[in-house]
């Protein structure tokens, strides 16, 4: 007797499914409506659009999703950016093994003048002692070979990690994405099997 007065009628049981199943309702709503930052969920709905039965929609493949995905995902942008970057770093390492030619010149004045002197004017003051230049350097990176050599595989070392980490973020999206393709199966069969169950049921109780 004690176990017959434990179990829960159908009725009272599919009524706290039913509960449950609005809490999780309105859990979801309250996480979309965060996620598109309103601020409340009172008044928010969603419209189902008519996609017929959704048991027997086709789901758009894992690869398909991933080559729309990879194009416009920012962090996917962002690791292309780094690597990019890295390789840029490997050019102007490598630069310190060309020779540089330089350009230089100058304008300048001696003059000088002493109390026993009289003052010139400012303008002949510059004319004075007026000198001028103009030269070219160059400079052949002889025994920087090693320091350079360090910094060009330092470099090369950093844009070959860049590499891997774009990859590594490529492959974290696409199991994401599988992951979310097969949680769609799974619900799409689990909604062909309640369908069934509830079209059964409605046999049974006419």
């Known amino acids: 007797p004690g176990k017959a007065a434990a179990q829960k009628p159908p009725r ?3 009524r706290q499914s039913e509960i449950q199943a ?6 979801a ?27 027997r929609a086709l789901l758009m493949r894992p690869e398909a999703i991933y080559d729309e995905a990879v194009a416009v995902k920012p962090a996917i942008e962002a690791a292309k950016l780094n690597v ?4 840029l770093s490997v050019a102007r390492a490598k630069g310190a093994y060309l020779p540089t030619l330089s350009l230089n010149g100058g ?14 004017p400012f303008g002949e003051q510059i004319r004075n002692n007026f000198s001028q230049y103009v030269g070219l350097s160059l ?11 360090n910094r060009v595989r330092t ?3 950093s844009y070959k990690g ?6 590594s973020v490529k492959k974290a999206l696409y199991k994401e994405i599988q992951q979310a393709y097969y949680n769609a199966v799974t619900s799409q069969a689990r909604y062909a099997g309640s369908r069934e169950s509830a079209a059964s049921a409605r046999q049974h109780s006419e």
Request: charge should be negative; charged fraction near 20%.
């Open 162 to 167: 860049q590499q891997i980490q774009l990859e």
């Open 29 to 55: 709503l309250l996480d979309l409506t965060q996620l598109l930052e309103l601020p409340s969920p009172e008044g928010f709905d969603i419209v189902v659009p008519e996609v017929g039965d959704p048991s």
């Open 107 to 120: 304008l300048g004045t001696n003059f000088y003048t002493n109390s026993k002197m009289p003052a010139l």
């Open 155 to 157: 470099a090369q070392l």
């Open 84 to 87: 990019d970057a890295a390789e």
């Open 12 to 14: 009272a049981r599919a």
């Open 139 to 149: 400079n052949i990176p002889i025994f920087q070979g090693f320091s350079t050599r």
């Open 22 to 27: 609005e809490g999780n309702l309105n859990i």
